[in-house]
Every structure is written in structure tokens, then in C-alpha cells.
């Protein structure tokens, strides 16, 4: 399918892949998984977890996600991410 392209991005699981959309009307969307999970995850420099099986192809799928979102503002928290921050003390 044109525009639409899946991207290999293991470190974090073994077998994980992205999703890179170019949409016609409103630009490029880069679905990265488990590959990206805070805004510090994206870096630069990546921000890596203790709980990541190979932090070093972890950090390499990373990089590769970030040369093809270069200006991308990193992850967006999810609906239950929000709700649970919004009741943080």
C-alpha cells in the first residue's frame, strides 16, 4: 500500500515493529509501539530502561525512528496515562 510502510524496531520486545503513514492531508504520523514509551525514551540522547532485554538495539531502533520522525515531539500519553496523572497527588 503507498504511503504506508512497517518498520522492524526490536530492542524493547524481540519482533516489534512501527507503523509510518504519510497521510495526503495532514503529514506524516510515526505509530512506534513499545519502541517509544516516554518523552525521554526519544531523546536525543535515548533514554533507555533497566527492563529492556538489548538496550543496544533498542537504541538503534531508536535512532532509526528518530531519522525518519526527525521533528517529532516524542510519545503522546494515552487516555489512561492522563487520568491517572490528573489524579496524582
Keep these: 500500500m503507498r504511503g504506508v510502510r512497517l518498520i522492524h524496531v526490536p530492542g524493547h520486545t524481540p519482533g516489534s515493529m512501527a507503523l509510518h503513514v504519510e497521510l ?15 518523552h525521554e525514551s526519544y531523546g536525543p540522547p535515548p533514554a533507555g530502561s533497566p527492563m529492556n532485554p538489548d538496550p543496544l538495539g533498542w537504541a538503534a531502533s531508536v535512532e532509526k525512528l528518530r531519522g525518519i520522525a526527525p521533528r517529532a515531539r516524542g510519545p503522546r500519553p494515552t487516555r489512561s ?5 490528573a489524579a496524582a497527588p
Excluded: K
Design 24 to 38: 495526503e492531508h495532514t503529514g506524516s504520523v510515526l505509530l512506534a509501539g513499545d519502541a517509544l514509551y516516554t
Design 81 to 85: 496515562q492522563r487520568d491517572r496523572d
